[in-house]
């Protein structure tokens, strides 16, 4: 991992990309989840983003910067743009399953499965697939039980494995509402009710 330096993008202290947090203002330097970032207010994520952006210009391959420019981007609901950093950060990313699984989540750009086109479907089951290859996460599966449900199930489609075995694969590997909850705040859709 590359470390690079950067001024804090909440308050402007020196820092660098292996920080975790600012000495000065104690504010996370890279986002590295959504979760970090979903409680942020709007003008923070753009502070974030204008750091981010401004250390890409001279690491345009950095992993790292390209993870958190794409979480403001999801969280700014600037989904292309969120979808690019994402697959910017993916080559030769064998350890680290979160850009894979955002990337899927802006892929349905803020809208329901069976609304989405299905070559950005393929694509968000394709980056799923490769999340779980890193780490088998429940809420990947979850997330993967949604799409057959909502695109394939309710377009009569065949499609396998089913809706309901990926729930249960989901379940299987500790599946919980927390995970749930923060899967529907990212997609920014209402959970069905089947789910």
């Known amino acids: ?25 104690r504010q996370p330097i890279m986002l590295s989840s959504f979760r970090s970032a979903v409680e942020m207010p709007l003008p923070q994520i753009n502070k974030y983003m204008g750091t981010y ?13 390209n993870v958190s420019a794409g979480i ?24 680290n399953p979160e850009p894979f699984f955002l990337a899927a989540v802006a892929l349905l750009q803020g809208k329901k499965a069976f609304v989405t086109p299905r070559a950005a479907i393929d694509k968000a089951l394709e980056y799923l697939n490769a999340a779980t290859m890193i780490e088998m996460r429940p809420v990947f599966y979850y997330f993967m039980a949604y799409i057959k449900y909502d695109y394939f ?5 065949n499609t396998s494995p089913s809706y309901k075995e990926m729930l ?11 995970d749930i909850v923060e899967l529907y705040t990212m997609l920014g859709v209402e959970r069905p009710d089947v789910l």
């Open 72 to 95: 403001c981007y999801l969280r700014l609901k600037m989904y292309d743009k969120a979808v690019e950093a994402f697959e910017k950060s993916m080559p030769d990313n064998f350890d």
């Open 1 to 25: 991992m590359e470390v690079i330096a950067l001024q804090c993008p909440n308050c402007g202290a020196g820092v660098d990309s292996s920080q975790k947090k600012c000495n000065s203002c």
């Open 153 to 157: 199930e309710r377009k009569f489609l």
């Open 168 to 178: 249960q694969t989901a379940v299987d590997y500790g599946l919980g509402e927390a």
């Open 53 to 65: 952006r401004k250390a890409l210009v001279e690491h345009p391959d950095s992993v790292e910067l």
